[in-house]
C-alpha cells in the first residue's frame, strides 16, 4: 500500500524495511526458542541471491513499472500458495 502512497520508490522501500526490521526483532524475540536455527542458512542464502536483483530492480526502473513488478511478484506468490 505505501507504493501508492508515497511517489518515490527508494524512500518506500526505507520505510518498508525498517518497519520490517521492527516487527521481525520483535517476533524472533518472542519465537527465540522455537527457530530451528539450522534452516538459518537456507533463508541467508536466498536473502544473499536475492538481494542483488531488488536492488537492480529498485534502482533502474520507474515507480509505476516497479509497482506492476512488485504486484506481479506478490501475485504469483498467493498463486503459488494455493
Not at 6 to 17: I, L, Y
Not at 32 to 43: E, G, S
Not at 52 to 81: D, E, R, S
Request: hydrophobic share 60%; glycine share 8%.
Amino acid at each position: 500500500m505505501l507504493l501508492y502512497v508515497m511517489s518515490d520508490p527508494v524512500r518506500t522501500v526505507e520505510v518498508m524495511m525498517i518497519c520490517s526490521i521492527a516487527i521481525q526483532g520483535l517476533s524472533v524475540a518472542m519465537l527465540w526458542r522455537d527457530i530451528q536455527w539450522t534452516m538459518l542458512a537456507y533463508f541467508l542464502l536466498g536473502g544473499a541471491a536475492g538481494l542483488p536483483i531488488g536492488l537492480w530492480l529498485l534502482l533502474h526502473l520507474n515507480a509505476t513499472t516497479f509497482k506492476q513488478v512488485i504486484g506481479a511478484l506478490l501475485m504469483a506468490y498467493a498463486l503459488h500458495g494455493c
